[in-house]
């Protein structure tokens, strides 16, 4: 079965980077989206950053400019380039695939275990 792990988070301080990545083990059909959402303590889950099969790229408001997404085909990989942090980016970020098993069955979201990222004032 398909897995998504995730790695990159850790504790910054404002202003500097980090990169988060997204892997998926195990075969994968189809692909036709991936990207990142984040939870912050006591809030809901929000949407990020997205990318489509075709390469169509779409950021929260309160990331764009700051946050790019990316992906390797070749390594069923997204990332998360993340620049000029700021401390309300403090969350637990999660990747997903939107995926199928096959051409029959339906699209859903595979889920990452989350990585968190901490940044200090």
């Known amino acids: 079965q398909v897995q998504l792990v995730e790695s990159g988070g850790g504790l910054v301080q404002a202003g500097r980077s980090l990169r988060l990545s997204c892997a998926a083990s195990?075969?994968?059909?189809?692909?036709?989206?991936m990207g990142w959402y984040r939870q912050a303590p006591g809030k809901q889950r929000d949407l990020v950053a997205t990318i489509t099969s075709g390469g169509t790229t779409n950021y929260a408001d309160s990331v764009k400019g700051r946050f790019t997404i990316s992906r390797d085909n070749a390594k069923n990989t997204v990332y998360l380039q993340m620049d000029s942090l700021k401390p309300e980016d403090t969350a637990v970020y999660y990747c997903?695939?939107?995926?199928?098993?096959?051409?029959?069955?339906?699209?859903?979201?595979?889920w990452g275990q989350g990585t968190l990222v901490t940044v200090s004032s």
């Open positions: 997903y695939f939107d995926t199928r098993a096959s051409v029959i069955s339906a699209y859903l979201k595979l």
């Open positions: 195990g075969t994968i059909f189809s692909i036709r989206a």
